[in-house]
């Protein structure tokens, strides 16, 4: 096998329609069978975990879902004639009504560098629809999960944005100093009951998936028992396969994990109808984002079923959310023009440089994203000024978009209560300027 050298999402919600037979797959190695452990260094985004490899030989972005049991390539078909060897089956995802294809191959090769697997099954999925760069703004081609991680025990830290993998029959850590839980798997994926307290005092015993693929706090299902608290507010808590996720946005009054007690965490409620696209299984009732998951250092084993957790230096961080009300979204890219200037002598007698002509600029081309404006959060500090669904975001505090990531987009818009953000947006062919004043609906 050719072994390339290693090298430096939003979420979605899939579940099978049709029952199909598994064929047995390799394990994922390590490529030395003498280490104990090794360190696979994620790019973290939104709290995302972004990890770089190579499928195929082709590199290759994943996003490590702790709630996804299969592995999913967003991808086109060179030649149609690979379709006849593949296994099709249907797929259905948040915001789509209708089904989406997705073609099962085999002996598939993932290699991460310190580890690899062969013989992986891959579920291709050639919908355009899927388009986890344009919601992250960086190029995410992939989702992996169980297939990864049931093979070893892992430690995950979003403080040194690192995944310290371990050999089962090498890990020797005692592990003291963090509280041992057990969780229960539903179709391969973790689930923690845990006690909640909420708003008007009453407390129930939920259960939560932890999911490192949602960038979110707390989610939890409204049904008969459970509904949104009357001071909640309308809310876009998430992207689906083409719609933006709407709920209602509320607090918590405290939820019990292990010896930690959590107060005052936000939480968004999703209505009944929605939330059946992600209670396939019907044994949840909520689901356990990486905001909540960031704030502890944490070992998953899920050969015993057990994770530990201890918290980090994020644990009282409650700053991150958005206070801007604006839900922006990257829908794609243009090609533009630009003169560039050409450094001429100044002459030395008169201080004053040649006039410029047409041969003193030369045109190089720029790739520019386009930022957009999808939705607006009701009530919200962009809902109160001149700012429109399909704007165009150009400048932020005068920077441009071109040159800053959806990280240090996001860092900006939840930035301290009251803090002024000027805006340089297109409506058209018109460039507009407006400015905001940051607020947290939550309070």
């Known amino acids: 096998m050719n072994r390339l050298k290693y090298r430096a ?52 972005n994943f996003l490590v879902d702790t709630g996804v049991n299969k592995t999913k390539v967003f991808a086109e078909v060179k030649d149609s004639t690979v379709l006849e060897r593949a296994e099709f089956i249907s797929l259905r995802s948040l915001g789509s009504s209708d089904p989406v294809k997705a073609y099962k191959t085999t002996d598939n090769t993932i290699d991460f560098g310190p580890i690899y697997g062969d013989n992986q099954e891959v579920y291709y999925i050639i919908d355009q629809r899927y388009d986890l760069a344009s919601k992250l703004g960086i190029n995410v081609q992939g989702i992996i999960g169980y297939d990864l991680l049931k093979h070893f025990i892992f430690r995950l830290n979003y403080n040194r944005n690192s995944l310290r993998i371990y050999q089962h029959d090498k890990f020797n850590r005692k592990l003291r100093r963090f509280e041992k839980l057990e969780f229960r798997t539903i179709r391969n994926k973790p689930h923690l009951q845990l006690p909640v307290k909420f708003l008007d005092g009453s407390n129930k015993e939920l ?9 979110d706090a707390f989610w939890i299902f409204e049904n008969d028992e459970i509904t949104a608290p009357k001071n909640s507010f309308e809310d876009y808590v998430g992207y689906g396969l083409e719609l933006v ?23 968004a409620y999703i209505d009944s109808t929605s ?21 502890f250092v944490t070992f998953f084993d899920y050969n015993n079923r057990n994770v530990y957790i201890k918290s980090s230096a994020s644990y009282n961080d409650n700053s991150n959310y958005d206070r801007s009300g604006l839900i922006l979204l990257f829908v794609g890219e243009e090609i533009r023009s630009v003169k560039t200037p050409i450094l001429v002598k100044i002459d030395e007698e008169t201080n004053y440089s040649k006039t410029n002509t047409a041969k003193d600029f030369e045109i190089r081309l720029e790739i520019s994203k386009i930022l957009e404006v999808v939705k607006i959060r009701p009530n919200s500090p962009a809902s109160e000024i001149d700012i429109l669904e399909g704007d165009r975001i150009l400048k932020l505090d005068g920077k441009n ?10 860092n900006l818009l939840r930035s301290e209560e ?7 947006l297109q409506r ?16």
């Open 9 to 60: 999402v939003i979420f979605l919600i899939f579940a099978v329609f049709n029952c199909i037979q598994i064929r047995s797959q390799d394990e994922f190695k390590f490529a030395d069978q003498d280490k104990r452990a090794v360190t696979l260094k994620f790019k973290s985004l939104n709290n995302l975990i972004i990890l770089p490899a190579t499928l195929n030989g082709e590199s290759i």
């Open 207 to 215: 259960v939560f998936l932890l999911d490192t693929g949602s960038s």
């Open 245 to 267: 996720v709407s709920g209602k946005r509320s607090k918590l009054k405290s939820v019990n994990i292990g010896n930690y007690d959590l107060e005052m965490p936000r939480v």
């Open 275 to 295: 939330a059946k696209l992600f209670t396939a299984d019907r044994y949840k009732n909520g689901i356990i984002g990486s905001e909540i998951l960031r704030r």
């Open 401 to 410: 978009v071109n040159r800053m990531n959806l990280e240090e987009i996001n």
């Open 418 to 424: 009251g803090k002024r953000i000027k805006i340089q």
């Open 428 to 443: 058209g062919k018109a460039i507009l300027k407006r400015e905001l004043f940051l607020r947290s609906q939550l309070n």
